[in-house]
């Protein structure tokens, strides 16, 4: 299937991006991406509304932060909203990183339980860079796991590497899960991880970031040559 992840864009007052890494850690340190994130569900969720209606099977994907998740209202928030659109949520992920779990385990595992129950997936995002854990990651109630751009963009040249990388995805299969491969930028490696059994993927080969218009022009012409 075809699916995008939402992301935000800032510009300041002279029309110049600012990056990511800038403004994300600052809104987390004021306690605004909380705001912020409950403003992107909004949007994301009004967006599959109209792909669902529009009779497009697309899917999109959004970051929560440790703050939103622990904050306790995130399940409360997102069914106000689907309530709001008429999204089906099934189409819906959700992602986390391995700092929600370890800051706060008991109420983050209670926090995507809820999320279960309400049909959303939930998705572990760049595995491997902080204390992966799969003693932990077992007792998860997660979908699939966002293997890290940076395994994938050192396959070709560290053998140790793509080792890694096969045991990894070779592991999340027997454990049931979707294993989902984030900065995938040639063919090569992406021949090499569906070889290994990887099933999903997300990088520059297929598509940059796009302005929604944009994407569903893409998403629409992917469809029709049959992409993955």
Excluded at 49 to 61: D, E, T
Excluded at 64 to 90: F, M, T, Y
Excluded at 198 to 216: I, K, S
Aim: charge should be negative; aromatic fraction near 8%.
């Amino acid at each position: 299937g075809f699916g995008a992840e939402a992301l935000v864009r800032l510009w300041n007052a002279q029309g110049e991006r600012i990056s990511p890494a800038t403004f994300i850690p600052l809104a987390e340190r004021t306690g605004l991406i909380v705001p912020v994130e409950c403003w992107v569900l909004g949007q994301a969720l009004d967006c599959l509304a109209q792909w669902q209606r529009q009779g497009r099977p697309w899917s999109l994907s959004v970051n929560i932060s440790p703050q939103h998740l622990e904050r306790g209202d995130l399940v409360e928030q997102l069914l106000k909203e689907q309530q709001r659109s008429g999204a089906d949520l099934s189409a819906l992920t959700v992602e986390i990183t391995e700092t929600v779990v370890l800051q706060a385990q008991a109420e983050a595992h209670e926090r995507l339980l809820q999320l279960k129950a309400a049909g959303v997936r939930i998705a572990l995002d760049d595995f491997g860079t902080g204390y992966s854990s799969l003693a932990w990651l077992s007792r998860l109630p997660v979908d699939a796991v966002k293997l890290d751009q940076t395994y994938v963009q050192q396959m070709d040249e560290d053998e140790r590497c793509a080792r890694l990388v096969q045991g990894f995805v070779r592991v999340f299969q027997d454990m049931g899960l979707q294993v989902v491969a984030e900065g995938v930028e040639t063919e090569a490696q992406r021949d090499f991880l569906v070889r290994e059994g990887c099933t999903g993927f997300q990088g520059f080969l297929y598509c940059g970031p796009l302005p929604v218009a944009a994407l569903e022009q893409y998403l629409g012409g992917a469809s029709q040559r049959g992409a993955t």
